[in-house]
């Protein structure tokens, strides 16, 4: 029974994850993802002698990318290629939900600048525009009137790399200061944060604070579902919602959270949550 | 720790490291701000952690 433990750099998650991870007597392999080369073709290596895996790369490109290439040669991981390549994705990720009758934020997606200006335009302003990949707030705008949406758009289309070409927009939600997380593990709502913030992007990465939430019936059952919809009752993420005067809305869904700010406030020890998930996942496997 | 603590790779100052320092940790050098991964622990080295990419994140 091994667990192969993928990183690109050891935050404090992974350091947290690996102290439970020998809590509860996983033999456990470190991988740096800056040093793989996996033989699609065939061939030995040390992750294909492991029985799953679990990724925490903090790159987006090589968690997918890794993650299918050992499901390819037989080796799971906690989350699927799947689930990384959705919620990886802002535009999947709300394809998904909404198959799934998940509420959400009236998104757009369009592919000129021009068809990108008539959405913000159906949307009506403020807008928000995000690309379809990346974290932590970046590149994240509201835009405010047609002029700024013209002049953004526009940019956006000259940074170069088809991704900058798919165009993500949505309406302005004004939520009450904080937007709301969930964590989930394995078809369990583990603990909810909320995210405060003087400005409109509440993100920790930007600054936010963290408090601890009661988890309501409501919110854990509506972060349930968003997960399920992306990775039924096998994956671990993390669900971000915001309250609007319609209700819960679902804004997106993180296949690799980062937890060091929430397990204080929520006093739920996060990273032994999760890691005594994964045991019981390598055990079922093993 | 009893290992010779070396100096940050970046500006040479004094590092101040945590007590359980694992293989890969990241530490923050108190004098220059720089971000230091420990590559190894035996013997104990540091040099400058990867730079965020573009679509790296949670």
Same mark, same amino acid.
């Given at each position: ?23 509860? +007597? ?40 890794? %993650? ?38 009236? %998104? ?11 959405? %913000? ?10 690309? !379809? ?26 940074? +170069?790399?088809?991704?900058?070409? !798919? ?25 909810? !944060? ?7 992007? %509440?993100?920790?990465?930007? +600054? ?22 992306? +990775? ?37 020890? !996060? ?16 | 720790?009893?290992?010779? $603590? ?32 420990? $590559? ?19």
């Amino acid at each position: 029974m091994q667990l192969a433990f993928i990183t690109s750099r050891l935050r404090v998650e992974e350091k947290q994850l690996l102290l439970a991870l020998e809590r509860e +007597g996983v033999p456990t392999t470190r991988f740096d993802d800056g040093e793989l080369s996996l033989a699609l073709t065939g061939g030995a290596h040390p992750l294909l002698d492991c029985d799953l895996v679990w990724n925490r790369s903090l790159s987006f490109g090589r968690a997918l990318y890794a %993650t299918a290439a050992l499901e390819a040669l037989g080796v799971p991981s906690v989350n699927s290629a799947r689930v990384v390549e959705t919620a990886g994705d802002k535009a999947r990720t709300s394809m998904v939900l909404a198959a799934a009758g998940i509420p959400q934020i009236a %998104t757009r997606l369009a592919f000129t600048p021009a068809a990108a200006v008539e959405a %913000t335009e159906e949307l009506g302003y403020p807008v928000v525009i995000k690309p !379809i990949v990346g974290s932590w707030g970046r590149q994240v705008a509201r835009v405010d009137n047609r002029n700024a949406a013209e002049a953004l758009l526009e940019t956006r289309a000259a940074l +170069g790399g088809w991704q900058s070409g !798919i165009f993500y927009v949505q309406e302005y939600i004004a939520k009450p200061g904080r937007d709301l997380r969930v964590f989930v593990s394995d078809g369990r709502a583990i603990a909810a !944060i909320a995210r405060r913030s003087d400005h409109w992007i %509440t993100n920790t990465a930007r +600054g936010a604070t963290v408090e601890g939430l009661r988890m309501s019936s409501e919110l854990a059952e509506l972060a349930l579902a968003a997960a399920a919809a992306i +990775g039924g009752n096998t994956c671990q993420v993390a669900v971000d919602l915001v309250e609007s005067p319609r209700g819960l809305l679902v804004l997106e869904v993180n296949h690799s959270a980062e937890f060091k700010n929430s397990s204080g406030p929520t006093g739920v020890d !996060i990273a032994a949550e999760l890691a005594r998930d994964v045991a019981r996942r390598l055990e079922v496997i093993a | 720790m009893t290992a010779t $603590i070396p100096a940050c790779p970046e500006c040479e100052g004094a590092l101040n490291l945590p007590t359980d320092l694992i293989a890969g940790e990241l530490v923050a050098c108190d004098d220059c701000g720089a971000e230091l991964e420990a $590559i190894s622990l035996e013997p104990l080295t540091f040099e400058l952690a990867p730079e965020v990419q573009e679509e790296w994140g949670e």
